[in-house]
């Protein structure tokens, strides 16, 4: 299959063309209040973007729950799935229809499940205006497969802007297939558009999805499952007065100039809460254990969760897979691509309770999550979490394992772009031609990682780790992870294994304006 394609040119300082006028901050009404518009927002770097619409009520809608992609035909070990990235619309808001960019015209998309072992092929077709980058995050995959950010699907009528100095197409057009060889534990992992300096606002448009991984392991845990197993894809969004996404993209159209107004640099935040794309949505319960699959698909925005008048969170897993023991949390602080695999015991709650998933990093209405209402007892065929000792896989790395050390820092300065600052791994803007570091397969390697300026959530592609050391607040980093939660100032300390594949793959910050403003760094796994 063929490598990952960069064009000829990196166009790198192109987006010194953005506009650096002080956007107007547009009066919005926010469900219980507003956040201010600060640079940092109760933790979360960025800036609020206010709604110019009018939000819902929260606590009103029911939790929709994205529904489950059937193969259109199986083969043996290998099951065929076909998606159409387009445009679609959804009932978001109580007055207009909000468009979405999503997969299948929908937003989240479908829900993809894997079995570990088996060859998963994803057809997907671009309809949609711009090109597209799919990467299936925290998938173990070939670098040809990764969704690498210059490996573009190109629309079918791509005509214009998508050529490179010898006036060549780069990358595919109209369709092409991902190939995953689906060799890793079962964990939640999810897809999302990778395209590179336009992931912000063509995820926050709605090109994000669930991938789960299972396997016999998982089968055997008693865990619960069916509709008691339910994926929770939390982001923030604003909204236009047309009931669009409110984004300060510099060309709306996203095909030529890429990036923010810089007030905008740092993050963007917004000021409706969703929940697979159902704001402050409901749930109802029975008193029996549920199993929650959380994920933080915002651009910018970290959550710090909590059941209110409710039992505390049961963490099972993290972002690959089962933890080595479950290990309860009154909160969870979860960064920008971070999985939490949860069970919460509802069982000493009676018919009428009301539990509150609130945010204790926000204010107003983004204080507020989503809400679960207890119907009453019932059976319960799963079974407590205290069984997953001696999984396997869990094995935990050690300094002996250790044959290299790096440090990367992330920060914004180091590289300017017409007298404006870059977001910058050791100093360094993104280039596809610059490799920042080559490990060898099979082998770990110890990387240190420092943020500055800002807070910083760090995510390696391929290369799972084990964090050693951490500094700030906050649990949820035992077991193996992608994605690391970094304060302003924070640093961790990470045992990386890479295994599996040799190529090139991409560590970035997961906050998505500052991928798209070049923090971001190539690795050659050889």
Request: negative net charge; glycine residues 12%; hydrophobic residues 35%.
């Amino acid at each position: 299959m063929p490598a990952p394609v960069a064009p000829s040119r990196r166009d790198l300082f192109r987006i010194g063309g953005l506009a650096l006028t002080t956007p107007v901050l547009l009066a919005g009404c926010g469900a219980g209040g507003q956040e201010s518009a600060n640079v940092s927002t109760q933790g979360s770097a960025g800036r609020l973007l206010p709604s110019e619409a009018t939000l819902p009520e929260p606590f009103v809608r029911a939790l929709p729950v994205p529904r489950v992609l059937e193969p259109v035909r199986t083969d043996g070990t290998t099951e065929y799935y076909e998606i159409t990235q387009k445009v679609g619309s959804s009932q978001i808001l109580d007055g207009p229809k909000t468009p979405v960019w999503g997969y299948d015209g929908t937003f989240p998309g479908p829900t993809i499940v894997s079995r570990r072992g088996a060859r998963t092929v994803v057809r997907h077709r671009n309809e949609l205006p711009v090109p597209v980058s799919v990467h299936l995050h925290g998938g173990r995959i070939a670098a040809d497969q990764d969704g690498y950010p210059t490996d573009l699907l190109h629309p079918a009528d791509a005509t214009q802007g998508d050529l490179d100095d010898q006036g060549e197409m780069v990358g595919r057009t109209g369709a092409r297939d991902y190939v995953y060889d689906i060799d890793q534990p079962a964990a939640t992992l999810w897809y999302h558009d990778h395209r590179m300096d336009f992931t912000g606002p063509q995820v926050y448009r709605g090109l994000a999805g669930f991938h789960l991984i299972t396997d016999d392991v998982e089968k055997g845990l008693g865990l619960p499952e069916g509709d008691r197993d339910i994926p929770l894809l939390i982001a923030d969004r604003s909204f236009a007065a047309d009931g669009s996404f409110l984004y300060p993209s510099t060309d709306p159209t996203l095909t030529k100039t890429p990036g923010v107004s810089e007030d905008y640099m740092s993050g963007v935040l917004g000021d409706c809460v969703l929940v697979n794309g159902a704001p402050w949505p409901v749930m109802e319960v029975e008193a029996v254990r549920y199993r929650f699959r959380i994920l933080n698909a915002a651009n910018a925005r970290r959550f710090r969760l909590r059941l209110q008048d409710g039992p505390a969170f049961v963490q099972i897993g993290s972002d690959q897979g089962f933890l080595p023991e479950p290990v309860e949390q009154v909160r969870i602080d979860v960064a920008q691509g971070e999985r939490f695999d949860v069970v919460v015991d509802f069982s000493g709650q009676r018919a009428g309770d009301e539990v509150t998933m609130v945010n204790e990093r926000g204010s107003g209405g983004t204080a507020q999550v989503m809400r679960f209402v207890v119907t009453g007892k019932a059976d319960d065929p799963s079974r407590p979490t205290d069984e997953l000792t001696g999984l396997p896989e869990l094995e935990m790395l050690s300094e002996a394992d250790v044959v290299a050390t790096r440090e990367f820092t992330f920060r914004r300065g180091g590289a300017q772009a017409h007298g404006m600052s870059l977001w910058t791994v050791n100093n360094l803007a993104f280039d596809p031609d610059h490799v920042i570091a080559r490990p060898r397969l099979g082998t770990v390697e110890k990387w240190i990682v420092t943020a500055q300026n800002a807070e910083h959530p760090f995510h390696v592609h391929l290369g799972a780790f084990q964090v050693v050391a951490r500094s700030g607040p906050g649990g949820g980093t035992s077991g193996w992870k992608d994605t690391v939660n970094l304060d302003n100032g924070g640093r961790a300390e990470l045992l990386v294994r890479f295994d599996g594949h040799r190529g090139t793959y991409v560590l970035h910050c997961h906050n998505l304006e500052h991928e798209d403003m070049m923090m971001m760094a190539n690795f050659e796994v050889v």
